[in-house]
């Protein structure tokens, strides 16, 4: 499976994921985390487009099935449950370092083809992860 479409799989899961966290969470930083996790959701929703549209604009189908979601991606689905504030939070960083990981991947490969529109959208991408996983890492500091 190329990565775009294990990408898109991921963006898939984790916007279903981070529902779960949003609306889940417990604890005395509720509304940061509840917000925080809106915030992510609603890029993760954006990029879902983006991701598929780039794809097409490359003649290349991208995927478009929950199954086939589920089968590509690498991201995990969990239960529904009560998360602790630090559970949210782990939950969420370990996931966006794994998608950072895979939109460096994209990244490169892109650009040793010399294709610069995915070189762009990707640098944008690792650029709001590299700025969100500060936030993780500062709010996850005892
Ligand atoms: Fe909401």
Request: net charge negative.
């Amino acid at each position: 499976m190329n990565k775009l479409n294990v990408y898109l799989s991921n963006l898939a899961v984790w916007t279903a994921k981070l529902h779960n966290i949003h609306w889940n969470v417990t604890g005395g930083a509720f509304v940061q985390v509840h917000e925080f996790t809106e915030k992510l959701y609603d890029e993760t929703f954006e990029q879902y487009d983006a991701v598929a549209e780039v794809q097409k604009m490359r003649k290349e189908m991208p995927l478009v099935k929950l199954s086939d979601f589920l089968a590509h991606a690498t991201l995990k689905e969990v239960d529904a449950k009560d998360f602790s504030i630090d559970e949210a939070l782990s939950l969420v960083e370990s996931d966006m370092k794994e998608m950072a990981a895979l939109a460096k991947e994209i990244r490169d490969e892109a650009d040793e083809k010399g294709d610069f529109q995915v070189v762009g959208m990707f640098e944008e991408y690792l650029a709001a992860y590299a700025k969100n996983l500060w936030f993780l890492r500062a709010m996850l500091t005892k």
